[in-house]
């Protein structure tokens, strides 16, 4: 199976890895976006990767001529389609926001005039349940028969791409038997982890209750923390010691749920079934909601501390990304509450040593922080706070940690 023709449609954090993994299996393989820098980009093996050993992993591959890019998808064997799935831009304000498969109907039609007979079609990105039919749809009403296909979601962890993308067991979702034995024998190749071969539809809605079980967890941790503060107890310890029971495993609280999965993949199963999801839905809410409690909560110190001083305290905060240790500020909960506090105008400084520049917030290092801020609010966990030098300095002054630092 090694010598066949690959193309991955969608080169972002999930398909241009898959592209490069792929291709040092001994794939020929193809990527296709509709973004021309990229495309150069990757055609000259300069693609810049925030993450250890991924961005020479890619420009090796295209250096020694196994992965190539382009505009536009050419004949292959196999077809991975890895486009976003995001909200409806229209429904992002409703209650329910609902999503939206524009780019995964467009990336479909875009393969029509190169699909044969024969071929694999493979769509990784989350979707809600019944779109591999819907996919399957567009194609035979195309007029073309007899192509395969099948849902194999990705799960790897931002920060850890390549090492998940290899060792976890994979979901191998075939619209028939047929085409589930294809796309294992295809991931085999590259895939070290257990290739689990269930229905197309299953396969969907598994991808949607992983992202949502973990939203789920992480609601009733940043539910523990509201619930302790009000009793004036740290939860971080009560979490601590509750895990310590065999059967209970509760995550961490945080300022939020941030990121483009699960602060939106559970929003897809509420979408289709909104009488019926209501425990992932009232998750969604609680997780949507701590932002604004934790703005809440700096606000009132900020005012007591003001207060002291005699001048509006300056405050500090760690961390804008939307987890510890990446550049990734995509829906992140901790930039949204420095963007709230600097509404209030609050004084507001910030530390993120995984950006240079971010608009509008002016941004220190961790030391320049120290010798002008008052306040100090941890965000997020990033490993630069987490020192015992950091904290020994943070212990020294007022401080709030929302990140579990400490
Ligand atoms: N978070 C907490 N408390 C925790 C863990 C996380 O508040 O105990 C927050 C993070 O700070 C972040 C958000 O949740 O804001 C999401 O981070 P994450 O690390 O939980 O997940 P993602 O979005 O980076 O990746 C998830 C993963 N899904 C699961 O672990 C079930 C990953 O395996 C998926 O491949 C990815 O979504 C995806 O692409 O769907």
Redesign the pocket.
Known sequence: MSGMQVTIVGLGY?GLPTAAVAARSGFQVYGVDVNKALVDKISSATVQFEEDGLEDLINQQVTEGRLTAGLLPRPSDVFVICVPTPFKSESAGQEIPEPDMTYVRQATEALLPVLQAGNLVIIES?SPVGTTRMVSEIVATAGIDGVLFAYCP?????GNTVY?LEQNDRIIGGLTPDAAAKAKAFYGNFVRGGLLETSAEIAEMC?LA??S??DVN?AF??ELSLLAAEHGLPVAEVIELANRHPRVNI????V????????V?PWFLVAASPDTAKLIQTARQVNDNKPDWVVNFISVQHKAISAELGRSAKVACLGLS???DIDDFRE??ALKVTRRLIAQNIPVVAVEPNSDHIDGIDLLSLEEALSTADLFVAL?GHKQFREPSSLAELRKHSFIDFANID
């Open positions: 999930i989350t990705e799960r790897i962890l931002p998940e991808k992983e992202n079980f973990r992480i941790a940043n995550l961490q609280p945080g939020g749920v941030g990121g483009h999965c699960i602060a993949d939307y987890k510890p992140s909960p997020v």
